[in-house]
């Protein structure tokens, strides 16, 4: 285990005087696990429909944080489109128009390639830039926090919740909820990988509550970690011509 987790979850401990476990630095534990730091990776995208199922094969590059840079290499309809995230900057190469758009801040809640996975759920550290935690339950081998979205946080939803393992933080599921409190998406990991003292979920499964039969799963291979990502990588040349 890294000297950085060690300490990290020494702070989250109960202390002699019995201080609270502090949610933002739990938080921050959690994501940490979820981006398991820098990575280059081929991703297994499954899209399930009541009527149809489709699967596209990425290719994946990201620093572990707001930066990550996307390429579909399969089916070959689809291949050549690319995604770069720089923080809130989010571009789209479209190789059939040899083009770049851009989509806005809100455009992070849109869905990637038609399937219930979000393109903050690919990159960035939204929970932690766009939410408020705080421990709703917690015992040895769990911890439950509530997100509550910050004044003009750029997200739909009324709130999360966010399940996670002990020790380590470990991210087990989210649920969302929409403003009237209703669950309307989970998103439930597995198949851990140990990163560096981190438990990176190499198994991602996106179900929409809403519409029975609508769900999504990520699977990682041929993965790297802790990996030297040259800066080239997060340029918008880089959608067309890789790195």
């Avoid at 702070?11 to 019995?18: D, M, S, T, Y």
């Avoid at 869905?111 to 421990?135: H, K, M, N």
Wanted: hydrophobic fraction near 35%; charged fraction near 20%; glycine fraction near 8%.
């Amino acid at each position: 285990m890294n000297l950085r987790l060690l300490l990290l979850l020494g702070l989250l401990c109960l202390g002699p005087a019995g201080a609270a476990t502090d949610p933002q630095a739990v938080l921050k534990a959690i994501v940490d696990n979820q981006r398991g730091g820098s990575l280059r990776a081929t991703l297994t995208l499954s899209i399930t429909r009541p009527e149809r199922q489709t699967q596209f094969v990425l290719e994946v590059v990201s620093d572990g944080n707001d930066r990550a840079i996307t390429w579909v290499k399969a089916p070959p309809k689809e291949a050549g489109q690319a995604f770069l995230r720089v923080g809130d900057n989010i571009q789209l190469y479209n190789p059939s128009l040899k083009r770049v758009l851009r989509l806005p801040p809100s455009g992070r809640s849109d869905s990637f390639l038609g399937s219930d996975l979000s393109y903050s759920d690919l990159a960035g550290r939204d929970l932690e830039q766009d939410f408020i935690p705080r421990v709703e339950t917690e015992s040895d081998s769990s911890i439950t926090l509530e997100l509550i979205p910050k004044p003009q946080a750029p997200t739909p939803y009324g709130k999360l919740v966010l399940l996670a393992s002990k020790p380590g933080f470990v991210p087990r599921e989210v649920r969302y909820y929409d403003q009237r409190g209703q669950a309307v998406r989970k998103i439930t990991f597995a198949q851990f990988a140990q990163v560096g003292g981190q438990s990176f979920p190499t198994q991602t499964t996106v179900e929409d509550l809403l519409r029975p039969g609508h769900r999504t799963q990520v699977v990682y291979s041929n993965y790297r970690f802790g990996i030297a990502v040259p800066e080239s990588c997060f340029s918008v040349r880089a959608l067309e011509a890789g790195c």
